[in-house]
């Protein structure tokens, strides 16, 4: 009787083995502040990877209370192996990093392909489904790529947050257990930036949220330098008029049967001087730069300034547009750059912005292989999806346009603040939700979002966060991840914060209300209504708030309500003396918390300290 028991035991455990191997494959990374894991890293690894192992190391300790050594020899026991090594487990080295996309990853577990059938029925019985547990592999096709592993596996597997700079949620596990692992990602776009103030001074939390643009930091330990990206106005800082124009004037726009070089000018892109000097002065700024990726070269920032001669107009007519005629000529010079510089790959890009935003007539022209163009929407309207907007035909045809011609070639420099108040709110959640799959579904490879570059705008952390995880996907949920961020970052008044979020959003949904980047604090958003609203849901939310740290959460996400409310209620030469003095109260109590959050502009180029003067004056 009882062989007849071991015998049905053994066909039980054998079928769980062979036909449903995932029903018991539980790998225990820790248990009660114990592990039998090491962390293996090769002994010759990047300080990315380095770092990579060593931060995982420090948070699985500090959420599980065990310790992970980091070795670089071959492990003696089970491991999580952070990147590739020579001493990888065979069942480990059939998987083809190489063939990964750049910054692309696995998180693969070994189990299947380690332990045979009476390996794991032995372990079965040994240790128990829980103790069977197999290596873990968390490597990418370049040290970026390993670097994601690692961030993204903490994230998706073991709940970590980082919300903000300062703000990182290590979840306690007092048992790790994790099923047999399968992933492999890559990011939608490869060019990832929110120009922000938050993110040039975050190099750690760039990395946490998988941002590679200009405006991260390049430390070594973090990724590096990776800027496939440089959308640089420079036609004068190329060739200064105070240097050229004097002599040969023929360099510069033709306007009106006069060559000019005042701002809202351009250079004559069919002298083939241009061409010589433009080249010049790129290669020697590549040169001078050996790690640089990309050359920026671009018009001024001007709505037109285009040459009109002969040969230039001749040139947009060939094209159908001005873009045409610069696209040639940013062709010729990458070609140049290339030449004097063979051993090195070197992009130029170019932006279809103000008067080239058009794109040339496709089939006529098209990037060469090292030239990227950054379309550039200023006009559009961000409350509403590029696709549907009423207001976004133009933008959206010139998308439309571009993806013909430079497709895999073609970035866009999308705007996500109000640079002309900068805490003023800016709800285009829907429209990046929107646009992000659309973006990629037509061409785009690169994502720079210029949001608040000089300060702390309209709720920066959360901004980023979410924008990072659109970047990386964009398929996802919008408002999941939202109510992800204010629920871990505000705590229990996460729902205010949400639900402040959707009152804005709710507003921008009736007719005739939109969004642009120049916005005055009157905007139709901004409606007494929805004002109120906000007003009292962070009235209530503050009454939930569970530390002092989320209190002062809310009071910064508030002062875009209470910016908006001083300069809707700015006294007039009108007002009564009462009016003005009560006026004054509330905007030295505001002043006093720009102060303490640090908010040093409240509007592109103009100091807090400016704007505070020029209300002051105001309620005198």
């Not at 949220?209 to 800027?227: A, F, I, M």
């Not at 060939?318 to 005629?325: E, N, V």
């Not at 070639?409 to 002309?420: D, E, G």
């Not at 989320?550 to 009071?555: G, H």
Request: charged fraction near 20%.
């Amino acid at each position: 009787m009882l062989r007849t028991v071991r015998i049905g035991i053994l066909i039980a455990a054998l079928a769980l083995c062979v036909q449903a191997p995932g029903a018991f494959a539980r790998t225990t990374l820790a248990s009660h502040g114990r592990t039998r894991y090491v962390i293996a890293v090769d002994p010759a690894a990047s300080p990315t990877v380095s770092h990579a192992a060593q931060e995982l190391a420090a948070d699985l300790n500090q959420m599980t209370g065990a310790t992970f050594p980091v070795v670089t020899t071959k492990p003696k026991g089970r491991a999580i192996y952070v990147g590739s090594a020579p001493f990888l487990p065979q069942s480990l080295q059939n998987i083809q990093l190489a063939a990964l996309p750049a910054e692309g990853f696995v998180i693969q577990s070994d189990r299947r392909n380690a332990i045979g059938i009476w390996a794991r029925i032995k372990r079965l019985f040994r240790f128990g489904a829980q103790s069977a547990g197999s290596n873990l592999l968390l490597a990418g096709n370049d040290d970026r790529g390993t670097m994601y592993a690692v961030y993204t596996f903490l994230e998706n597997n073991l709940g970590v947050r980082w919300y903000a700079p300062d703000a990182t949620v290590l979840p306690r596990h007092d048992t790790v257990t994790l099923p047999d692992l399968h992933d492999q990602e890559a990011p939608a776009f490869d060019y990832r930036d929110t120009d922000e103030h938050i993110v040039s001074t975050s190099a750690a939390w760039d990395a946490h949220l998988k941002l590679d643009g200009t405006s991260v930091p390049d430390n070594e330990d973090t990724g590096g330098v990776n800027r496939l990206f440089n959308g640089a106005e420079n036609f004068y800082q190329l060739m200064p008029p105070s240097k050229y124009f004097a002599t040969h004037p023929e360099y510069y726009s033709l306007i009106n049967g006069q060559r000019r070089s005042a701002g809202d000018s351009q250079l004559c892109l069919t002298n083939p001087d241009v061409l010589k000097i433009v080249t010049a002065a790129l290669v020697a700024e590549a040169k001078a730069n050996p790690k640089e990726l990309v050359l920026g070269l671009s018009p001024n920032d001007a709505g037109d300034g285009s040459c009109q001669c002969d040969n230039c107009k001749a040139s947009d007519a060939k094209y159908g547009a001005p873009s045409g005629t610069l696209l040639h000529f940013v062709n010729e010079v990458a070609a140049g750059v290339q030449a004097a510089l063979p051993g090195r790959k070197i992009w130029v890009e170019t932006l279809a912005y103000q008067y080239t935003q058009k794109a040339p007539n496709p089939g006529t022209i098209a990037p060469a292989s090292n030239v990227l163009v950054c379309l550039a929407p200023i006009f559009a309207d961000d409350g509403h999806p590029l696709a549907t907007g009423t207001q976004n035909q133009k933008s959206n045809q010139a998308l439309l346009a571009w993806s013909k011609v430079a497709p895999g070639h073609l970035q866009v420099w999308h705007y996500v603040t109000n640079f002309a108040n900068y805490l003023q709110p800016y709800p285009d959640w829907d429209e990046l939700a929107a646009d992000m799959p659309y973006y990629l579904a037509n061409g785009v490879s690169g994502m720079f979002c210029e949001g608040d570059y000089n300060s702390e705008g309209d709720l920066l952390p959360m901004r980023t966060w979410v924008m990072a995880h659109l970047f990386w996907n964009p398929h996802q949920d919008v408002w999941k991840l939202i109510k992800d961020y204010t629920d871990g970052y505000y705590g229990a008044a996460g729902p205010d914060v949400y639900q402040y979020l959707k009152t804005l959003d709710n507003r921008l949904q009736q007719p005739g209300v939109n969004l642009h980047l120049y916005d005055p604090p009157t905007a139709g958003y901004l409606d007494a209504a929805t004002l109120k609203t906000a007003d009292q849901l962070f009235d209530h939310a503050l009454t939930v708030a569970t530390t002092p740290e989320i209190k002062d959460r809310l009071e910064r996400a508030r002062l875009g309500l209470r910016y908006v409310e001083l300069m809707q209620t700015a006294p007039t030469a009108n007002s009564a003396a009462d009016e003005k003095a009560a006026y004054r109260d509330r905007l030295a109590r505001f002043v006093d918390d720009l102060h303490r959050f640090n908010i040093t502009y409240t509007s592109e180029g103009r100091p807090t300290a400016d704007w505070v003067a020029a209300m002051q004056k105001r309620a005198e």
